[in-house]
């Protein structure tokens, strides 16, 4: 079994001009329990204001979820996440020597002093610390594994590998997870971002490579390309893979509206498992065949993440009478076709 992470309450809404009012949150976080998510990233408690109320709010429903808050390794952080109410923390960090010395203007050592500093304190106050080791897909890989040993030896609860700028290939992500598990126990968490179009694939080859975690958005909504997308590595990993993911597959498409409608950001038609379209068949040998055997041009029955097949009358349709009787066309619609050289 697989977990699941979902970061849409905070990563996700990290999307230029997506904003989430403290209901919306509360709502996508009911039905991301709904679905069988059992963790959910709330958002970044240091923000204060309205940003600190809905993780309070979050906290307050009392859902089977464990509620994470994103957090820099600073002290500040720390303190606003307890005051939420929350006990389980990513505590992130650079570990790419470009940001940790043209962000931080810090070294190496600064880095693992400061998580010999803090998660010793947290694991004292009965918290579970994740820790975020951001941009490691661009940092050396030798520092990457001091780290994690560093992290292991100091009993945080997990790491996440951050592709904090989507550069990984699924090889790569494979290769570097493989790596890892191959020194330390420690549970590893990928978190994939989609700049090249490679989060979904990305994160799944982690997985394959060990990572036991993998981060998701709803629709992959996210900074700048966005997130691996959780409908995407959802059915890749229970259909490709044969891998549990304890998702409720039929919810996937109601998820996607929501998060749509509440971030006022159209899913494109054409997006795979959740677009309108999805299931959408115009072509006349595709219709005759999905006709005769779904199976034929479907990889699995859309009632399977809540979605309906659509077949198009269009310039592709051909001109088969047999799939016109087997449509049950309207005697309007079928005059309509022949007036259009469609099935005539």
Known sequence: MITLVDTTLRDGEQAPGV???????????????DIGIKEIEAGTSVMGGEEAEA????????????????????????????????????????????????????????VKERFTKIIPALKKDGCYAACGL???????????LEVC???????????????????????????????????????????????????????LAGIKGGAGYASVTVNGMGERAGNAALEELVMALEKLEGIKTGINTKMLKKLSALVSVFSGRPVATD????????????SGIHVNGVLK?????????????????????????????SVLNTLKLSAKTRRIAAACGIFA
């Open 19 to 33: 904003a989430f009012s403290i209901d919306e949150k509360m709502e996508i976080a009911k039905v991301l329990s």
């Open 55 to 110: 993780v309070k709010a979050v906290v307050g429903l009392g859902l089977p979820v464990k509620i994470f808050t994103w957090n820099r390794i600073v002290e500040k952080d720390i303190e606003a996440s307890l005051l939420c109410g929350v006990k389980n923390l990513y505590i992130s960090c650079p570990v790419s020597d470009i940001q940790i010395q043209n962000k931080l203007r810090k070294t190496r050592n600064w």
């Open 134 to 144: 951001e941009d490691a897909s661009r940092a050396d890989v030798s520092f990457v």
């Open 149 to 203: 040993r560093l992290l292991e030896e100091l009993q945080a609860d997990r790491i996440r590998i951050c592709d904090t700028v989507g550069i990984l290939t699924p090889f790569k992500a494979f290769e570097l997870i493989a790596y890892l598990k191959g020194y330390i126990k420690i549970p590893l968490e990928i978190h994939t971002h989609n700049d090249f179009g490679l989060a979904a694939a990305n994160a």
């Open 271 to 282: 997006k795979p498992i959740v677009g309108d379209m999805a299931f959408s068949h115009e």
């Open 293 to 321: 055997h779904p199976p034929n041009y479907e990889p699995y029955p859309p009632e399977e993440v809540g979605a309906k097949r659509e077949i198009i009358l269009g310039k592709h349709s051909g001109k088969s009478y």
